[in-house]
């Protein structure tokens, strides 16, 4: 791997504007089905979102304007203020966006229209993540330091069909007791909730925050105390390390591997199932001066993309920490939000204070002397009770894959709808009736089963490999 962009194949370039004025872009997201893959949103922060078709063919000649207006399938202004992460749901159908009005809302991306708004933070919501299985459960966290539990199906009442409240809400979710006392005593200091992962085994979720660097790992059913954490090993045994704060978590397709982007310019590579180890790699070579820089690792996880503050974006090899980055040259201010396309191999977009987005054809350079994801169909299983005992009973504890063919299952999880709740809201949102109303039935069932399952029905989940002491 080399450590310039000489070979890639830059597909294009588009401008971030409206109206002519530009607007520095905060998010962006690649559609999750194989069909929409090609398809990009962006948001901004003047409040827009804007679908941009990658496949367009650019010209040299044209400018980042031309561009963007040949790529645009459609652009609406859907908040009053910046829009910080969003997410795909339900077949690419459905779009969720966190604002610094402090509102999440539900978009039909066909019509343009909001359909839910999920009020109950009392800050900027920085992050948000969905249910791997079961899209309406979202988790959210906040600049006021906490983390919410959302059923989207649950509206407040017949007359507040948009309004949705939160199943669960944890203030101070990343500040120890100690730190409080210190913000009382006038020693402020950030307890922002930066970035949030709803976890593979569908009951976790990871947070992170601007505090320090340390991961938190909840149990939904059980939100009065993380079950675990993770952050990285400290040589001096000092807080200094810790201090720093994390910008972005992602995980792989798997759910094996999490990465944590931190304010020390590095980037942690976690194993879910071996975080009291902590990292098992360190990536370095970006510059991270802000939260808003990203990093995102490839839906295989052979790669880790990141942006940085000195105006490029870096490509890791995962299995080769040591060699240098790949080096994405051509912004001309901070790269800010980075993804992965996941099922076109080796196109990745980039975004920047620069007001563009860049598209990149990195599949020559990244996966020449390496088997493609495609072909190699690799996939990680759950192994069966009794081995799992004894692999943490093991002093080497090691990941298990199993090559397969075909392709993997999907298990459909049933999930209540929690009663409504009569806490008053009022918006000026236009209501769509008729897109994914909650059934009268699934009004009167509790989400007990996900959220607060009998214990005959519990399974494990990461709470039974790390159990609190």
Known sequence: MGNDSQGFDPIGAVAVEHRGEPSPPMALSFCKTNKNAHILALTDEGGYITLFDTRKKYLNSSSYQENAEKAKLFEWVAHENAIFDLCWIKDDSYLLTASGDQSIKVWDTQQQKCIRALMGHNGSIKSLSCHPTNQELVVSGSR????????????????????????????????????????RRGKAESMSITSVLYLKDE????????????????????????VTQACPNSQSSTEETRLHGISSLSQDLNG???????????????????????????????????????????????????????????????????????????HDGEVTAVDWCPSETGKVATCSDDFTVRLWNIQSSCY????SPSSMRKRVRALPRIERRKLFCDDDVQIVCHVDSSPPPVRVVEVSTPQSQKKKCSLSFEVNEDLDAATPEAQMKSPSSVLNPPSSSKRKTIRDYFPVS
């Open 256 to 330: 094996v591997f999490i990465t944590a982007s931190c304010m020390d310019h590095r980037i942690y590579l976690y194993n879910v199932l071996q975080l009291e180890k902590g990292p098992i790699e360190t990536f370095s070579g970006g510059r991270t001066d802000s939260f808003f820089v990203k990093s995102a690792i490839s839906p295989d996880a052979a790669h880790i993309l990141s942006g940085s503050s000195d105006g490029n974006a870096y490509i890791w090899q995962v299995n080769k920490p040591q060699l240098d980055p790949i080096t994405l040259k051509s």
């Open 144 to 183: 006021d330091g906490s983390f919410a539990l959302w059923d989207t199906r649950c509206t407040k009442n017949a007359y507040q069909k948009l309004c949705v409240s939160p199943v669960s809400l944890i203030h101070e979710a990343h500040t120890s007791p100690g730190r409080r006392r210190c913000r």
């Open 203 to 226: 009951i976790s979720v990871a947070t992170a925050g601007a505090v320090d660097s340390v991961i938190k790992f909840w149990d939904t059913r059980h939100l009065k105390a993380p």
């Open 368 to 371: 020449t002397n390496t088997r």
